[in-house]
Antibody, heavy 120, light 107 residues
């Protein structure tokens, strides 16, 4: 079964950029969409966006002006950049595979999650 | 955005009980609904996709039904390992959105 692992700083200063990477193992990035989802006590589970293995991406309009999701097939990973962070961006960030088999979108494999705290 | 609501927000039941959680969408999402289980400190885990399809490897005591705006998730016989929070999620429209969750524990 494919495995996903998030990595990146656990502490980010306000107004700076949050950068996370999700490494995919025991499977290929090819053929799938790959997503970032976050979970905070105040807002529950929030879909941030996804990227296709070809590089095309879609984002949640609530974050669109600040977020970029990219993929690097040569390194079997995809990445999240969120600019101008505030305390409201403090959350556990998950990466997940989007399975579209049969036309049904579902998050069928998840990373373990990484807590990112925004604080000075 | 499509808003998802769930009820109840929490419930307590005995081992062996039938447990039902409802999810309502703010507009018609046909069958475009998934259910996830999340245990404390863990990532969500897909149980049901497309409203009623059981994900591979998921026990058959879990089931889902519904279409349009109203959906139901059922555990036919609650087991101790089912203690978790359950979330619905729609994929009919972007952005994908999740319900607020239903916390299930043992009475």
């Amino acid at each position: 079964q494919v495995q996903l692992q998030e990595s990146g700083p656990g502490l980010v200063r306000p107004s700076e950029t949050l950068s996370l990477t999700c490494t995919v193992s025991r499977g290929s990035i090819s053929g799938f969409f790959w997503s970032w989802i976050r979970q905070s006590p105040g807002k529950g589970l929030e879909w941030i966006g996804y990227v296709h293995y070809t590089g095309s991406a879609s984002y949640n309009p609530s974050l669109k002006s600040r977020v970029t999701i990219s993929v690097d097939m040569s390194k079997d990973h995809f990445s999240l950049r969120l600019t101008s962070v505030t305390s409201a961006d403090t959350a556990v960030y998950y990466c997940a595979r989007v399975n579209r088999t049969g036309g049904f979108y579902r998050f069928d494999n998840w990373g373990q999650g990484t807590l990112v705290t925004v604080s000075s | 955005d499509i808003q998802m609501t769930q009820s109840p927000s929490s419930l307590s039941a005995s081992v062996g009980d039938r447990v039902t959680v409802t999810c309502q969408a703010s507009q018609d999402i046909t069958n475009s609904l998934n259910w996830y289980q999340q245990k404390p400190g863990k990532a969500p885990n897909l149980l049901i996709y497309d409203a009623s399809n059981l994900e591979t490897g998921v026990p058959s005591r879990f089931s889902g039904s519904g279409s349009g705006t109203d959906f139901t998730f059922t555990i036919s016989s609650l087991q101790p390992e089912d203690i978790a929070t359950y979330y619905c999620q729609q994929y009919n429209n972007l952005p994908f959105t999740f319900g607020p969750g239903t916390k299930v524990d043992i009475k």
